[in-house]
Each structure stands twice: as structure tokens, then as C-alpha cells.
């Protein structure tokens, strides 16, 4: 099938997706060790990782992600073995105009955090909808151990969450996850430290900017970046 057969049967927005994934995998060189994301965006620059067949090594975010990488032939280590990176590639759920993000839809965010605190490079590839005024309406996804769910809930509901539900999913790591109502986040970097302070949580989906260095941008007019010039 012809690309432009196939792009027939798909619509701008994956089309869109596509070309912003395959874009930011531009970033990596030969040589490189890479920390691979999570998310339908991603997905397409880890896809035009394997076509291009560098000589890089990758650690992975999630067994979804692992398991792509590795069948496209790119070789895959766990963050130990690979002991850091030149850069990291994944996608977002919100960014606020700060470049904060909230991340956690895939329930991958504790994995995700742990390889994008491992690099001097986090770039963010996504669609143009998931930039907002502020993040909160997609809710903020939460790793929590089983031992005291409905403590964890309490608390959270004490830092101002409206209402706190859990996923019939679990995380990678075998533990409850957990979506918080806050509404518009005023504070996301406040909002993270509290989290991170609580007990039983074992990680929050919110993620600084102050981690970002940029953002692909997958819109129906071409793809764009926003760089983060605070850093």
C-alpha cells in the first residue's frame, strides 16, 4: 500500500502525529543513549529510530515501549545498565505554558520520570490539543501502594482534589493507579512537591518544566517547536 493510500484511511490529527514523532527523532545521533518514551505520538520516532538503524543504545519506559523498540531492532537496557543518557523522547497528557506537564494516561509516569531525571535532554513530542491554559482538566494520575489506598485518598483530597478515582489498570509495577481532581492548577510545581510528600504515593504525573528542554508539536499545519529558554 502507497502512502498516500494509506494516509487516505487515517485522519489529519494521526497523520500530524506521525510526521511531529518522526521529526523529533532527528535529535538523535549515533552514538547516543536514548530514554524511550510512551504514547501514540512517541510511538512514531521510536519507529523512525529502528528504520534509521542507528548504532544507539535505548532504556525504555514501559513494556509497551520495550517491546516496540525491540522489534524494531533497536537494542533495549534496563536504566541501570545503561547508567545515563545523552537524551529522552516521550510524550505528554497537558503542558501548561511553563512547559509543566502532566503525564500518567499510559499509567507509565514513575518509569517515565526516572528516565527523563537520567538525561540533560527531555524533549516532548505531542498534538497540538494537549497544549493548555493550565493543567488540571485531565486529571493528575498517581502510582499508589495497595497497603492504604483510602488514606492516600484523604490526603490527596486534603491538598484540594475534588474527587480522586481509581484505575482498573495497574502500573508496570504491579501498583494502583490513581486520577486526582484538582481542577486548573495554579501551582504545578507547588502541587508536585505536596504529592511527592505524601505517603503511599509512589509517584505523581506532574513534570516541572524546569525538566523540558523542548516541544515538537504535531499541528494539521506542519509540525513546530517550542523551545524552553528558562532552563
Known amino acids: 500500500m502507497s502512502t498516500e493510500q494509506s494516509n487516505a484511511d487515517r485522519s489529519p490529527q494521526d497523520i500530524a502525529k506521525e510526521a511531529a514523532g518522526r521529526h523529533a527523532a532527528s535529535y538523535v545521533t549515533d552514538g547516543m543513549r536514548v530514554g524511550?518514551?510512551?504514547?501514540?505520538?512517541?510511538?512514531?520516532?521510536?519507529?523512525?529510530?529502528?528504520?534509521?538503524?542507528?548504532d544507539i543504545v535505548c532504556t525504555s519506559t514501559?513494556?509497551?515501549?520495550?517491546?516496540?523498540?525491540?522489534?524494531?531492532?533497536?537494542?533495549?537496557?534496563?536504566?541501570?545498565?545503561?547508567?545515563?543518557?545523552?537524551?529522552a523522547i516521550d510524550?505528554?497528557?497537558?503542558?501548561?505554558?511553563?512547559?509543566?506537564?502532566?503525564?500518567?494516561?499510559?499509567?507509565?509516569?514513575?518509569?517515565?520520570?526516572?528516565?527523563?531525571?537520567?538525561?540533560?535532554?527531555f524533549i516532548i513530542v505531542v498534538d497540538e490539543s494537549k497544549l493548555v491554559p493550565a493543567?488540571?482538566?485531565?486529571?493528575?494520575?498517581?502510582?499508589?501502594?495497595?497497603f492504604a489506598p483510602g488514606v492516600v485518598m484523604t490526603d490527596v483530597e486534603a491538598?484540594?482534589?475534588?474527587?480522586?478515582?481509581?484505575?482498573?489498570?495497574?502500573?508496570?509495577?504491579?501498583?494502583?493507579?490513581?486520577?486526582?481532581q484538582f481542577g486548573a492548577i495554579a501551582d504545578p510545581v507547588a502541587l508536585g512537591f505536596a504529592l511527592a510528600n505524601t505517603p503511599g504515593i509512589v509517584e505523581h504525573g506532574i513534570f516541572p518544566g524546569s525538566m523540558v528542554e523542548r516541544i515538537v508539536i504535531a499541528g494539521l499545519d506542519g509540525v513546530r517547536e517550542l523551545v524552553n529558554d528558562q532552563r
Open 36 to 54: 524511550l518514551g510512551t504514547g501514540s505520538t512517541v510511538h512514531w520516532t521510536i519507529v523512525e529510530l529502528g528504520e534509521r538503524a542507528l
Open 91 to 121: 510524550g505528554a497528557d497537558e503542558i501548561d505554558p511553563a512547559f509543566n506537564l502532566t503525564k500518567g494516561g499510559g499509567a507509565a509516569h514513575t518509569r517515565e520520570k526516572i528516565v527523563a531525571s537520567m538525561s540533560p535532554r
Open 135 to 146: 493543567l488540571g482538566p485531565f486529571g493528575t494520575p498517581l502510582e499508589v501502594l495497595d
Open 159 to 180: 491538598l484540594g482534589a475534588s474527587a480522586v478515582t481509581t484505575r482498573d489498570r495497574r502500573s508496570d509495577n504491579g501498583n494502583l493507579i490513581m486520577d486526582a
Open 62 to 87: 514501559s513494556v509497551q515501549t520495550h517491546e516496540l523498540a525491540t522489534s524494531l531492532g533497536l537494542k533495549v537496557i534496563s536504566p541501570d545498565e545503561i547508567g545515563a543518557l545523552d537524551i
